[in-house]
Protein backbone atom coordinates (compact mmCIF):
# COMPACT_ATOMS: atom_id res chain seq x y z
CA UNK A 1 0.00 0.00 0.00
CA UNK A 2 2.49 2.31 1.08
CA UNK A 3 4.96 1.89 -2.27
CA UNK A 4 1.51 2.11 -4.51
CA UNK A 5 1.05 5.76 -2.70
CA UNK A 6 4.75 6.24 -3.03
CA UNK A 7 4.27 6.00 -6.91
CA UNK A 8 1.58 8.20 -7.07
CA UNK A 9 0.85 6.92 -10.37
CA UNK A 10 -3.18 6.34 -9.72
CA UNK A 11 -6.02 6.30 -11.84
CA UNK A 12 -8.99 9.03 -10.66
CA UNK A 13 -11.94 9.73 -12.67
CA UNK A 14 -15.36 12.35 -11.87
CA UNK A 15 -18.21 11.66 -13.11
CA UNK A 16 -21.37 13.31 -12.62
CA UNK A 17 -19.69 15.03 -9.72
CA UNK A 18 -18.65 11.82 -8.01
CA UNK A 19 -14.98 11.12 -8.04
CA UNK A 20 -14.22 7.21 -8.41
CA UNK A 21 -10.70 6.19 -6.93
CA UNK A 22 -9.27 3.47 -5.36
CA UNK A 23 -8.86 3.75 -1.31
CA UNK A 24 -5.69 2.29 -0.07
CA UNK A 25 -6.64 2.10 3.61
CA UNK A 26 -9.67 -0.21 2.40
CA UNK A 27 -7.75 -1.21 -0.92
CA UNK A 28 -10.87 -1.22 -2.99
CA UNK A 29 -12.67 1.23 -5.48
CA UNK A 30 -14.96 3.36 -4.05
CA UNK A 31 -17.36 6.53 -6.11
CA UNK A 32 -18.26 9.62 -3.98
CA UNK A 33 -18.26 12.77 -4.00
CA UNK A 34 -15.12 15.55 -3.15
CA UNK A 35 -16.53 16.10 0.54
CA UNK A 36 -16.98 12.20 1.17
CA UNK A 37 -13.38 11.35 0.49
CA UNK A 38 -12.13 13.84 2.89
CA UNK A 39 -15.02 12.21 5.30
CA UNK A 40 -13.52 8.86 4.43
CA UNK A 41 -10.38 9.65 4.76
CA UNK A 42 -9.57 11.40 7.84
CA UNK A 43 -12.41 8.57 9.62
CA UNK A 44 -9.21 6.17 8.70
CA UNK A 45 -6.29 8.10 10.23
CA UNK A 46 -9.23 8.87 13.26
CA UNK A 47 -7.77 12.50 12.92
CA UNK A 48 -10.21 15.46 13.71
CA UNK A 49 -10.76 17.15 10.59
CA UNK A 50 -10.30 20.86 11.80
CA UNK A 51 -7.60 22.74 13.62
CA UNK A 52 -7.12 26.01 15.03
CA UNK A 53 -3.99 28.06 13.68
CA UNK A 54 -3.43 30.24 16.87
CA UNK A 55 -4.30 27.20 19.86
CA UNK A 56 -3.98 24.52 17.40
CA UNK A 57 -6.56 22.83 18.78
CA UNK A 58 -8.15 20.07 16.82
CA UNK A 59 -12.21 20.11 16.08
CA UNK A 60 -14.47 17.79 14.31
CA UNK A 61 -16.94 20.57 13.43
CA UNK A 62 -15.91 24.24 12.38
CA UNK A 63 -18.13 25.49 14.73
CA UNK A 64 -16.90 23.71 17.97
CA UNK A 65 -14.02 25.84 18.65
CA UNK A 66 -15.04 28.82 21.47
CA UNK A 67 -13.17 31.35 23.19
CA UNK A 68 -10.40 31.95 20.60
CA UNK A 69 -9.60 33.76 18.34
CA UNK A 70 -8.30 32.08 16.02
CA UNK A 71 -9.20 30.60 12.29
CA UNK A 72 -10.63 27.00 11.93
CA UNK A 73 -9.40 25.38 9.23
CA UNK A 74 -10.23 22.17 7.25
CA UNK A 75 -6.73 20.01 7.22
CA UNK A 76 -6.62 19.70 3.58
CA UNK A 77 -7.22 23.41 2.71
CA UNK A 78 -4.08 23.98 4.92
CA UNK A 79 -1.69 20.66 3.21
CA UNK A 80 -3.05 22.16 -0.74
CA UNK A 81 -3.38 25.57 -2.41
CA UNK A 82 -5.59 23.45 -4.82
CA UNK A 83 -8.37 21.19 -4.44
CA UNK A 84 -6.37 18.19 -4.05
CA UNK A 85 -6.09 16.10 -0.83
CA UNK A 86 -2.72 15.41 0.45
CA UNK A 87 -1.20 13.88 3.22
CA UNK A 88 1.90 12.98 5.40
CA UNK A 89 3.63 9.83 5.66
CA UNK A 90 6.30 8.57 7.97
CA UNK A 91 9.23 7.37 5.85
CA UNK A 92 10.21 4.88 9.08
CA UNK A 93 6.75 2.48 9.30
CA UNK A 94 4.78 4.56 6.76
CA UNK A 95 1.88 5.61 9.38
CA UNK A 96 -0.30 8.32 7.71
CA UNK A 97 -1.56 11.28 9.31
CA UNK A 98 -3.01 14.40 7.63
CA UNK A 99 -2.25 17.03 9.93
CA UNK A 100 1.36 17.82 10.31
CA UNK A 101 1.02 18.10 13.71
CA UNK A 102 -0.17 14.64 14.05
CA UNK A 103 3.27 12.99 12.25
CA UNK A 104 5.66 15.60 13.77
CA UNK A 105 4.12 14.24 17.09
CA UNK A 106 4.22 10.64 15.66
CA UNK A 107 7.94 11.06 14.69
CA UNK A 108 8.89 12.90 18.08
CA UNK A 109 7.01 10.18 20.32
CA UNK A 110 7.52 6.65 18.54
CA UNK A 111 10.89 7.13 16.18
CA UNK A 112 12.69 9.54 19.20
CA UNK A 113 13.61 11.35 15.12
CA UNK A 114 13.85 15.18 15.10
CA UNK A 115 10.94 17.13 13.06
CA UNK A 116 12.49 16.96 9.89
CA UNK A 117 11.32 16.81 6.72
CA UNK A 118 13.28 14.00 5.48
CA UNK A 119 11.58 12.04 7.73
CA UNK A 120 7.86 12.24 6.40
CA UNK A 121 7.19 12.56 3.21
CA UNK A 122 3.69 14.53 1.39
CA UNK A 123 1.82 12.66 -0.77
CA UNK A 124 -1.34 13.12 -2.61
CA UNK A 125 -4.15 10.85 -2.07
CA UNK A 126 -7.42 12.41 -4.65
CA UNK A 127 -6.02 14.72 -6.80
CA UNK A 128 -7.63 18.27 -8.21
CA UNK A 129 -10.36 17.18 -10.42
CA UNK A 130 -11.65 20.00 -10.80
CA UNK A 131 -12.63 19.81 -15.10
CA UNK A 132 -9.60 21.35 -17.18
CA UNK A 133 -10.57 24.77 -18.54
CA UNK A 134 -9.48 26.77 -21.76
CA UNK A 135 -9.61 30.22 -22.80
CA UNK A 136 -8.06 29.17 -25.91
CA UNK A 137 -11.37 28.88 -28.03
CA UNK A 138 -12.59 32.46 -27.26
CA UNK A 139 -9.26 33.76 -28.43
CA UNK A 140 -8.73 31.54 -31.75
CA UNK A 141 -11.97 29.33 -32.57
CA UNK A 142 -12.10 26.62 -34.89
CA UNK A 143 -12.64 26.98 -38.01
CA UNK A 144 -12.80 24.53 -41.21
CA UNK A 145 -10.07 24.63 -43.65
CA UNK A 146 -12.48 25.46 -46.23
CA UNK A 147 -12.92 28.65 -44.04
CA UNK A 148 -9.46 28.94 -43.13
CA UNK A 149 -7.79 28.71 -46.20
CA UNK A 150 -9.57 31.14 -48.54
CA UNK A 151 -7.91 34.69 -48.81
CA UNK A 152 -10.47 37.17 -48.06
CA UNK A 153 -8.59 39.70 -50.51
CA UNK A 154 -9.25 37.83 -53.87
CA UNK A 155 -12.34 34.81 -52.03
CA UNK A 156 -9.38 32.54 -53.74
CA UNK A 157 -9.92 28.69 -51.58
CA UNK A 158 -6.36 27.53 -50.70
CA UNK A 159 -5.72 24.20 -49.58
CA UNK A 160 -3.63 24.57 -46.95
CA UNK A 161 -0.93 27.17 -44.69
CA UNK A 162 1.80 26.25 -47.61
CA UNK A 163 -0.68 26.88 -50.56
CA UNK A 164 -1.85 29.87 -49.00
CA UNK A 165 1.74 30.69 -48.29
CA UNK A 166 2.53 30.94 -51.97
CA UNK A 167 -1.08 32.29 -53.17
CA UNK A 168 -0.34 35.56 -50.86
CA UNK A 169 3.48 35.92 -51.89
CA UNK A 170 2.26 35.98 -55.50
CA UNK A 171 -0.54 38.13 -55.65
CA UNK A 172 -0.47 40.04 -52.76
CA UNK A 173 2.99 40.81 -51.94
CA UNK A 174 2.62 44.65 -51.41
CA UNK A 175 -0.34 44.19 -48.66
CA UNK A 176 0.88 44.48 -44.79
CA UNK A 177 -2.46 43.61 -43.22
CA UNK A 178 -4.44 41.18 -43.85
CA UNK A 179 -8.53 40.94 -42.40
CA UNK A 180 -8.81 37.04 -41.36
CA UNK A 181 -12.57 35.98 -41.13
CA UNK A 182 -12.48 36.12 -37.51
CA UNK A 183 -12.65 39.49 -37.73
CA UNK A 184 -8.77 39.91 -36.53
CA UNK A 185 -6.69 42.63 -38.44
CA UNK A 186 -3.59 40.23 -38.74
CA UNK A 187 0.09 42.44 -39.29
CA UNK A 188 2.82 42.12 -40.82
CA UNK A 189 5.43 40.55 -38.33
CA UNK A 190 9.38 40.61 -39.25
CA UNK A 191 10.18 38.01 -36.95
CA UNK A 192 8.01 35.40 -38.70
CA UNK A 193 9.99 35.12 -42.58
CA UNK A 194 8.55 35.78 -45.58
CA UNK A 195 5.30 35.58 -45.81
CA UNK A 196 4.01 33.38 -43.42
CA UNK A 197 3.01 36.01 -40.86
CA UNK A 198 -0.68 35.60 -42.34
CA UNK A 199 -0.56 31.86 -42.36
CA UNK A 200 0.89 31.56 -38.46
CA UNK A 201 -2.41 33.60 -37.66
CA UNK A 202 -4.66 31.03 -39.92
CA UNK A 203 -3.35 27.59 -38.51
CA UNK A 204 -4.24 29.13 -34.81
CA UNK A 205 -8.22 28.08 -36.30
CA UNK A 206 -6.92 24.39 -36.39
CA UNK A 207 -8.58 22.14 -34.21
CA UNK A 208 -5.40 21.23 -32.01
CA UNK A 209 -3.63 23.66 -30.33
CA UNK A 210 -0.71 23.57 -27.01
CA UNK A 211 -0.76 26.18 -24.49
CA UNK A 212 1.64 26.71 -21.90
CA UNK A 213 0.74 27.27 -18.39
CA UNK A 214 2.87 29.54 -17.30
CA UNK A 215 2.11 32.27 -19.58
CA UNK A 216 -0.65 31.66 -21.54
CA UNK A 217 1.23 31.38 -24.97
CA UNK A 218 -0.35 29.12 -27.90
CA UNK A 219 1.65 27.34 -29.80
CA UNK A 220 1.05 24.80 -32.76
CA UNK A 221 2.66 21.89 -31.37
CA UNK A 222 3.52 20.35 -28.14
CA UNK A 223 7.22 20.12 -29.12
CA UNK A 224 7.11 23.76 -29.46
CA UNK A 225 6.06 24.44 -25.64
CA UNK A 226 8.31 22.31 -24.22
CA UNK A 227 11.10 24.41 -26.25
CA UNK A 228 9.42 27.41 -25.36
CA UNK A 229 9.33 26.32 -21.40
CA UNK A 230 12.89 25.33 -21.62
CA UNK A 231 13.89 29.04 -23.48
CA UNK A 232 11.31 31.66 -21.79
CA UNK A 233 10.76 30.52 -18.46
CA UNK A 234 14.16 29.63 -17.02
CA UNK A 235 13.46 30.43 -13.17
CA UNK A 236 11.64 27.83 -10.24
CA UNK A 237 8.74 26.88 -12.34
CA UNK A 238 7.40 23.32 -12.88
CA UNK A 239 6.53 22.68 -16.32
CA UNK A 240 2.98 22.60 -16.96
CA UNK A 241 1.23 22.38 -20.50
CA UNK A 242 -2.12 22.23 -22.21
CA UNK A 243 -3.76 20.56 -25.38
CA UNK A 244 -6.85 21.65 -26.71
CA UNK A 245 -8.49 19.42 -29.61
CA UNK A 246 -11.96 20.65 -31.32
CA UNK A 247 -13.07 18.37 -33.75
CA UNK A 248 -16.11 18.88 -34.69
CA UNK A 249 -17.44 15.48 -34.84
CA UNK A 250 -16.37 15.14 -31.26
CA UNK A 251 -16.58 16.29 -27.88
CA UNK A 252 -14.12 18.92 -27.17
CA UNK A 253 -10.81 16.90 -25.08
CA UNK A 254 -9.00 19.29 -23.01
CA UNK A 255 -5.76 17.95 -21.14
CA UNK A 256 -3.33 19.39 -18.56
CA UNK A 257 0.30 17.69 -17.84
CA UNK A 258 2.02 18.78 -15.20
CA UNK A 259 6.09 16.93 -15.08
CA UNK A 260 6.67 16.58 -11.14
CA UNK A 261 9.84 14.53 -11.10
CA UNK A 262 12.75 14.62 -14.16
CA UNK A 263 15.40 11.82 -14.74
CA UNK A 264 18.47 13.11 -16.28
CA UNK A 265 18.55 10.92 -19.62
CA UNK A 266 22.70 11.27 -19.71
CA UNK A 267 23.64 10.38 -15.71
CA UNK A 268 19.71 8.58 -14.37
CA UNK A 269 20.26 10.72 -11.79
CA UNK A 270 16.88 12.46 -10.46
CA UNK A 271 16.33 16.30 -10.94
CA UNK A 272 13.65 18.70 -9.06
CA UNK A 273 10.70 18.99 -11.11
CA UNK A 274 11.22 22.96 -12.06
CA UNK A 275 13.18 24.57 -14.95
CA UNK A 276 15.77 26.29 -13.01
CA UNK A 277 16.90 22.89 -11.59
CA UNK A 278 17.25 21.17 -15.18
CA UNK A 279 19.43 24.55 -16.37
CA UNK A 280 21.43 23.81 -12.55
CA UNK A 281 21.81 20.36 -13.52
CA UNK A 282 22.98 20.89 -17.18
CA UNK A 283 25.52 23.43 -16.15
CA UNK A 284 27.20 21.77 -13.61
CA UNK A 285 27.01 17.71 -14.63
CA UNK A 286 26.83 18.14 -18.84
CA UNK A 287 27.57 21.49 -20.04
CA UNK A 288 28.38 20.50 -23.58
CA UNK A 289 25.15 18.45 -23.37
CA UNK A 290 21.98 18.99 -24.97
CA UNK A 291 19.30 19.14 -22.57
CA UNK A 292 17.49 15.43 -22.21
CA UNK A 293 15.09 14.46 -19.13
CA UNK A 294 12.10 12.40 -19.05
CA UNK A 295 9.53 13.68 -16.93
CA UNK A 296 7.15 11.45 -14.37
CA UNK A 297 4.08 13.51 -14.24
CA UNK A 298 0.49 13.24 -14.44
CA UNK A 299 -1.96 13.99 -17.02
CA UNK A 300 -5.70 15.61 -16.34
CA UNK A 301 -7.72 15.27 -19.15
CA UNK A 302 -11.53 16.61 -19.32
CA UNK A 303 -13.98 15.75 -22.16
CA UNK A 304 -16.71 18.29 -22.78
CA UNK A 305 -19.86 16.94 -24.10
CA UNK A 306 -22.21 18.74 -25.64
CA UNK A 307 -24.61 18.16 -22.51
CA UNK A 308 -22.89 19.49 -19.44
CA UNK A 309 -23.58 15.98 -17.29
CA UNK A 310 -21.77 14.02 -19.54
CA UNK A 311 -18.87 15.90 -19.22
CA UNK A 312 -16.11 13.61 -17.65
CA UNK A 313 -12.65 14.26 -15.95
CA UNK A 314 -10.06 11.69 -15.67
CA UNK A 315 -6.62 12.20 -13.98
CA UNK A 316 -3.40 9.90 -14.42
CA UNK A 317 -0.55 9.67 -12.69
CA UNK A 318 2.92 8.15 -13.21
CA UNK A 319 2.75 9.14 -17.02
CA UNK A 320 6.11 9.59 -18.79
CA UNK A 321 6.88 12.63 -20.78
CA UNK A 322 10.22 13.40 -22.36
CA UNK A 323 11.42 17.05 -22.78
CA UNK A 324 14.46 17.99 -24.92
CA UNK A 325 16.08 21.11 -26.32
CA UNK A 326 16.60 20.95 -30.08
CA UNK A 327 18.18 24.77 -30.43
CA UNK A 328 20.40 25.79 -27.50
CA UNK A 329 19.04 28.87 -25.69
CA UNK A 330 20.93 31.68 -25.28
ZN1 LIG B 1 -11.35 3.63 2.71
ZN1 LIG C 1 -7.86 28.49 18.85
ZN1 LIG D 1 6.64 6.03 11.82
ZN1 LIG E 1 -5.92 36.30 -52.60
ZN1 LIG F 1 -8.41 34.71 -37.39
ZN1 LIG G 1 5.24 30.42 -21.50
ZN1 LIG H 1 22.69 14.20 -15.62
Known sequence: MADR??????KFQLNMGKIEAFCLFCEETKKMVKHHWTQHLI??????????DTCNMKFKNKNDHKNCA???????DQNSSDASLMGYMCKDCNYIQFHLSSIENHLVNEHHQLIDELNYEK?????????????????????????????TVCQTQLLDALAFTAHFTDKHNDIDEYQCFC????????????????AAHLLMHRSDLHQCMICMGVYLRKKDVLEHILCTHQGNVQIKLQHVCRNPNRNIKLSVSTIQK????????????????????????????????TGIGSKKITNLARTQCDTETTYEGGKQMSVRQTNTAT
Not at 43 to 52: K, R, S
Not at 264 to 271: E, S
Open 183 to 198: GVTVRKNDLIPGNQWV
Open 262 to 293: LICNICQRQVDGSVAHIFDHFNNEHPSKTISI
Open 123 to 151: LMLIPDMSPVHSDVSAKFGFAEASQRFKC
Open 70 to 76: GQVMNVF
Open 43 to 52: NHTGELMFAC
Open 5 to 10: LRAQAE
